[in-house]
């Protein structure tokens, strides 16, 4: 149970943390591609382990799913810096939008989360967002979406990770986010 408030309490933590630099405070297409890329392995995972009585034992995800994890995995050193970014600008737009923009309002008394966790070394903030991730997609994932989630991870798989997160970052871009903007059309 300890446990679980602790992570409760470092996923309020990155969820109201922000690092946007003074000079911009847009998340480029390149950015969102990137945590495309580092976000897949566990947002994949996660689904896989929450829809596993839903899904067809012969499915994608019994049959290849690892295969298509571990591609996506294998890219996540390389796409961590940007993707870094692109979690706190994201983040910052989501306190913003919760009205969670002072410190005092965080829950943590004051402590600056978004320099908390802005600061934090890699190795310590990388398994804190997947941690997150893997636990905001058990939450918001309904077992009616489970054949559906199937299907996207199913039709990406023969596209080459970099590639799908070109397109996604380019639809990102083309659908228009108002928080955080999409800035540019920078190639990951």
Known sequence: MRIRTILAGLSLASLTCSQA???????????????????MPSMLDSARNSCDK?????????????QLIGRY????????????????LFASAYQKQAGRATPAANGF?????NALLGSLPDNVARPLV???????VAEELKPEQCRNVERVAQAIAPIEP??????????????GLDEPKICNSEAP
Do not use: H
């Open 162 to 175: 970099r590639l799908a997160a070109v397109l996604i970052g380019t639809m990102m871009s083309l659908v």
């Open 54 to 66: 839903q899904l067809r034992s012969n499915g994608f995800f019994k049959t290849n799913g690892s």
């Open 130 to 136: 997947d941690a997150i991730i893997v636990q905001r």
């Open 21 to 39: 630099s003074a000079a911009q405070d847009c998340v480029s297409e390149a950015e969102v591609a990137a945590l495309f890329v580092y976000a």
């Open 109 to 113: 008394g004051g402590l600056d989360t």
């Open 73 to 88: 995995a294998a890219l996540q050193n390389e796409t961590w810096p940007r993707a870094k970014r692109a979690v706190l």
